[in-house]
């Protein structure tokens, strides 16, 4: 394979053999391949695009770089995808909901950057837990308790991280071929047999527009079935933040509650939903999913994951272990209704805080938030607190700036639905 001539067809836009694909990237892998040819290569995908099946092609090759879990020996492997969003811990609400209706909830998480908040962050508010974990360990928790969530693991499509190192660089991170073919690979690798994929749409979201997210989702699910899985992704708004609480600790907080059946409506709405279609997925009746959230053996499930991964389970009970930092109201500067609440500005707001990080690597502040008194539709007074800001002082007057901007008062409101398409 010359790699000259290779990244020659792209540019031409003449499509790839599968062999001459794999050989290019592996070689890449391999460090056979310099980078500047393959950021060339990149270029050239970008502006002439990658059709289905080198989609296809693409995603097994970074699939297969690695290690490739097999849970085909557990009960129903199940696996969830959200492409990001503020107030987001739906993954904490559905694993338990789906681990509890017989299925094996087994999942590597993210952590956040930028405006989003990532999953292991979250999960690190409760003492002791860690999502670091040897594959024998990730089957074992994921075989005794049918709940396992742990952080990525460089194991696992190595060739997709070294491709997006580069991806960052070139500016070539916005090709839906490729965005779709990154998340697939990690998800392919990691083992299930079914996925569903909440695929965010909104100011708050990657996806600002409803037909980038349903290219995206589509993508997505022709990758998955071409792979042999079984796939479905739901649109749903990202518009308003998911919940009230936005931050680490306090979305922990929040999933707990939702677990015990107390709210708040839109998540558990959005959580369930993801969850019927996992359990469809599976052939198993979706009414399922209510029943283990109403029983309680949701909550119980949730409790034995966090003690299998050196949580401490108490924290189910006594929100004292997931600490708060100091509160300062904001309060609303006229009377009117709650027309809309920006999720991206409530985002950058958390950010400001010290909640969130705008270089990989940062450490963040697992007890600042934001958490909304107010949402859309709700009528307000004058002097009337809209939200609860958790801070330590850092990026106060940002946050409150940010949170002031997020918040538009109006004569009435029309919340848009929360699900919004499924494909």
Known sequence: MNPVAFIREKREGKKH?????????LGYLRDEVPDYQVAAWLMAAFLRGLDPEETLWLTETMARSGKVLDLSGLPHPVDKHSSGGVGDKVSLVVGPILAASGCTFAKMSGRGLAHTGGTIDKLESVPGWRGEMTEAEFLERARRVGLVIAAQSPDLAPLDGKLYALRDVTATVESVPLIASSIMSKKLAAGARSIVLDVKVGRGAFMKTLEEARLLAKTMVAIGQGAGRRVRALLTSMEAPLGRAVGNAIEVREAIGALKGEGPGDLLEVALALAEEALKLEGLDPALARKALESGAALEKFRAFLEAQGGDPRAVEDFSLLPLAEEHPLLAEREGVVREV??????LAVLALGGGRKRKGEPIDHGVGVYLLQKPGDRVERGEALALVYHR???????????????????EAHPAPLVLEAI
């Open 17 to 25: 053999r599968r062999e001459d694909l794999e050989a290019f990237l």
């Open 342 to 347: 920006d999720a991206y500005k409530v985002g």
């Open 393 to 411: 002082r850092r990026g106060l007057e940002e946050a409150l700036g940010y949170l002031r901007e997020a918040y538009a008062l109006g004569e």
